[in-house]
């Protein structure tokens, strides 16, 4: 009888445990067909013919370049490195971070922030945040990765930029002596893109303001003359995706247009996973709004919105932590959404196991004590889950060379 019972008890604890682990297999890629652009894309960039950028768009999730930092190696490694795409000028004091490049600022930035507000006109640049030089001397520079087996080269250095009546003069400098010095004064405000070409190589590049008037920037792009992917990480710390709203519809297509993605990622929701639910209707309706604001600016790319990853508070009368409980019907309203909008839709909250995944996750170390952000290992495993039901996807929906591509391993341009 002791044996027996001891052999029950084994059973029983590891049943529990079997329970309580974060799940290794992911859910597929629903509506993976509307992907099409995406995929014919990569199976161009696997023969060496065409950069295929990507336009990920999401809250602090994205803005620690977790997921996407992890995909965007990845992705390069299988199709191709065509550079780290764009990144913010400086972080000021924002969780903001880019793995595969340094930024470093010097002197005063004024940062206007989207998340903020304040500006009525509605113009903070591509990623939410226009930055201006304050006076005395200025500047940020931007160096390609120094290891890791991808971002170690670039060739273009671009800056998004304002043009208004008090502009000034902004100078693009690489290490290698090239430059470049433009006049950002304009008759009216407008935006515009300032590059500099140089030799592909391991680079530090600078922007500062030349001269009087008042520099004005959105960020910066790294980028190299040569076939494979870029991804564009655009996180908006604190951010719920209405606040995408809050941009000049024509001022944020403009941005988007001129970045020319072959797919734009939709990843918000986790923001407002504790906010009062009024209903699945006008949530589905808010989600669409945001989607169709985000894909104006490139109607011809794929679409792929990711549903908010699991999120844990106390329940009202206190206790043990619990999924928030209008998080399933948020999800549910983004599925509605995606699919409504002719987008793919890939469920991140049933990726990580459902209700309570979070409390799992924080157990085995791939959730944050907040319980409202992974840890970095957790992300990974995020990245590693999508990135298998992209391939499962691109293996049915894709061409063959972008799926002849995954199994080559990486491709050497």
């Given at each position: ?11 029983f ?17 629903e ?49 191709g ?8 000028v ?49 500047s ?10 991808t ?9 998004l ?17 090239a ?7 304009g ?48 996180g ?17 297509a ?22 009062a ?10 989600t ?22 699991d ?28 699919l ?22 924080r ?7 907040d ?27 894709g ?15």
């Amino acid at each position: 009888m002791r044996f027996g019972a001891l052999v029950v008890a084994a059973l029983f604890v590891a049943g529990t445990a079997a329970a309580d682990a974060p799940r290794r297999d992911g859910p597929p890629l629903e509506n993976a067909a509307a992907l099409a652009p995406f995929f014919a894309s990569l199976a161009a960039s696997a023969r060496g013919v065409a950069t295929t950028r990507i336009a990920w768009f999401g809250d602090s999730n994205i803005a620690a370049d977790g997921i996407t930092g992890t995909l965007r190696a990845r992705w390069q490694q299988r199709w191709g490195d065509a550079g780290h795409g764009f990144v913010l000028v400086t972080r000021g004091h924002l969780p903001y971070r880019h793995k595969g490049i340094a930024v470093s600022a010097r002197g005063a930035w004024r940062l206007a922030e989207l998340l903020r507000g304040g500006r009525s006109d509605g113009r903070y640049g591509y990623g939410g945040v226009l930055f201006t030089a304050g006076r005395g001397p200025t500047s940020a520079s931007f160096s390609t990765a120094r290891s890791g087996a991808t971002g170690r080269t670039a060739s273009r250095f671009a800056v998004l930029y304002q043009r208004h009546p008090h502009g000034a003069r902004l100078e693009l400098r690489s290490d290698d002596g090239a430059v470049t010095e433009l006049d950002t004064r304009g008759d009216a405000t407008d935006d515009a893109v300032a590059t500099l070409e140089t030799t592909d190589g391991p680079h530090t590049f600078t922007l500062r303001p030349a001269g009087p008037g008042e520099l004005r920037v959105y960020g910066a792009v790294l980028e190299r003359a040569a076939p494979g992917v870029v991804l564009d990480s655009v996180g908006i710390v604190g951010a719920r995706g209405r606040r995408v709203l809050a941009w000049d519809a024509t001022h944020l297509a403009a941005q988007v247009a001129a970045r020319r993605p072959q797919l734009v990622v939709v990843g918000f929701g986790a923001n407002e996973a504790s906010d009062a639910w009024t209903g699945e209707e006008p949530w589905v309706a808010e989600t669409r709004a945001v989607v169709r604001r985000l894909r104006a600016g490139a109607p011809e790319a794929a679409c792929l919105v990711l549903g908010a990853p699991d999120q844990a508070g106390p329940p009202r009368e206190g206790g043990e932590p619990r999924t928030f409980p209008s998080l399933p019907r948020r999800v549910e309203g983004q599925r509605r959404a995606a699919l409504a909008e002719g987008c793919a839709f890939w469920d991140t909250f049933a990726a990580m196991g459902g209700a309570g995944a979070m409390i799992r996750w924080r157990r085995a170390g791939l959730g944050g004590h907040d319980l409202r952000h992974a840890s970095t290992a957790g992300y990974d495993r995020l990245a590693e889950l999508l990135d298998a039901a992209l391939l499962a996807a691109l293996d049915a929906h894709g061409p063959a060379r972008a799926t002849a591509a995954t199994a080559g391993g990486a491709q050497a341009h």
